[in-house]
């Protein structure tokens, strides 16, 4: 990847092999169960702590490694392209998310309060925009937070309402929550972020949710009932949320986009192997036409994704990725990516049904990836905006 040329190619393929390392003996061995379990244990956060890959890009002064992007696409890359996504994409949440959010919005104090912890594993992150009914369009979004002065000297605020489908559900410490501040502010505006921290009184997590795929991740519904925060609890400025929002998509979007490329790639490389073992008509598969020229397809289809988010990567560190181009990355990769895997998992016949199969779990997997992070049709919608400045 061209961004890893910048902290020196060979330190980041050092990182590579020992967080491979780290995960051929935590991860793989106990993956199949946490997807029965339909969740990874809390443990593994302190353990990826320990190890050095949560928020890998978070400056030393806030107990973080002080890597760059290169070094937190790595960590994405390598648990999407060896398929354990469920895992992988909490971390996402956790590292490329929510921290970020409080680096560039948080104040000097929350950033020494969170961050440290979230780098260790000690404190896990989520993020809140979703409601029961609002996904696409946060105009609906009704979770509330009102100023409450009635406490002696007091600015705190309650906040009341519901989320869903939120990712690290279960296991998360702290919750960025966008609620609603001016209720007479139209649309979009008059929201804002806060850090909710999940031991409040008036907190609740729902279930966890069965999903169709990602099975190891947690992903709930959230409950603030009366949920008291004092006024040093609004991440970034009041009712400026949306833009807050705004401006850190086209990183989350980007991440999404490599994780989809290295999908992407694992698949064929599994599948490369599959087809030269299996043996029809008296000849492994990949002598069959059909094979060499599907997987010939796909190889092209995983290579110019890869070309073109490697260019939003250098667009990205020179602080360049604009909105519409992180959702051409999002939009592309991701409906490569579904594209890719289901006809990987076409060349297994009906072991490629099977869960126990990589490539089975990574077609239900995948599936997601074009609809968290915005749509597929939200991101057609961006960039046509962009497009036709209307
Ligand atoms: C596993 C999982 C993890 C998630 N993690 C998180 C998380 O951590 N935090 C969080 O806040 N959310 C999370 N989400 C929620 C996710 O971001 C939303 O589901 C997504 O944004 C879509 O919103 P929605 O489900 O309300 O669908 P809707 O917005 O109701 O959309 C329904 C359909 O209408 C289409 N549509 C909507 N508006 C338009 C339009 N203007 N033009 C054309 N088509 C349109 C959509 O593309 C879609 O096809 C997660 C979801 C899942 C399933």
């Avoid at 890359?77 to 680096?103: K, N, P, Q, T």
């Avoid at 029961?132 to 369009?137: E, H, I, M, R």
């Avoid at 694992?266 to 490369?272: F, P």
């Avoid at 076409?346 to 915005?374: H, K, N, T």
Wanted: aromatic letters at 8%; glycine letters at 10%; charged letters at 25%.
């Amino acid at each position: 990847m061209n961004a890893a040329t910048e902290i020196g190619a060979e330190e980041v393929e050092m990182f590579r092999d020992m967080l491979g390392r780290f995960i051929d003996a935590e991860i793989a061995p106990h993956y199949e169960q946490w997807e029965r379990d339909e969740i990874a244990p809390r443990e593994l956060w302190n353990k990826l702590g320990a190890g050095g890959f949560l928020c890998a890009d978070i400056p030393e002064a806030y107990g973080g490694p002080g890597g760059n992007f290169a070094l937190s696409s790595v960590i994405n890359e390598e648990f999407s392209r060896r398929g354990y996504v469920s895992v992988g994409g909490g971390m996402a949440v956790h590292s490329d998310i929510v921290a970020h959010y409080v680096l560039n919005n948080g104040s000097e104090e929350q950033k020494q309060h969170y961050l440290p912890k979230m780098v260790a594993g000690e404190c896990v992150g989520a993020i809140a925009m979703t409601e029961p009914g609002a996904g696409s369009d946060l105009q609906g979004v009704r979770t509330n937070a009102k100023r409450d002065r009635s406490r002696d000297g007091g600015d705190d605020w309650v906040i009341n309402g519901s989320k869903t489908f939120i990712t690290n559900g279960q296991h998360c410490d702290v919750v960025i929550t966008v609620a609603r501040t001016d209720p007479d502010a139209p649309g979009s505006r008059g929201l804002s972020l806060f850090l909710v921290d999940t031991n409040l009184p008036g907190f609740s997590r729902g279930r966890n949710l069965e999903k169709l795929g990602m099975h190891a991740a947690d992903t709930s519904e959230l409950f603030y009932e009366d949920v008291r925060v004092p006024a040093g609890a609004l991440l970034g400025e009041l009712n400026r949320g949306f833009v807050a929002l705004m401006t850190e998509l086209p990183r989350e979007r980007l991440s999404l986009a490599i994780g989809a490329v290295a999908v992407m790639q694992g698949a064929l490389q599994w599948t490369v192997d599959y087809v030269k073992e299996r043996q029809a008509f008296g000849a492994p598969l990949s002598k069959l036409q059909n094979t060499r020229f599907k997987l010939a397809e796909m190889q092209t289809e995983y290579r110019l994704n890869r070309a073109f988010i490697n260019e939003c990567i250098d667009s990205f560190n020179r602080g360049e990725l604009d909105a519409a181009t992180a959702s051409m990355a999002k939009f592309s990769s991701t409906e490569a990516q579904c594209r890719v895997v289901d006809g990987c998992l076409q060349m297994f016949g009906g072991y490629g049904y099977m869960l126990e199969y990589p490539i089975a779990r990574a077609y239900a997997d995948s599936r997601i990836q074009r609809i968290y992070g915005g749509t597929s049709e939200i991101m057609r919608e961006l960039i046509a905006r962009s497009l036709l400045d209307q």
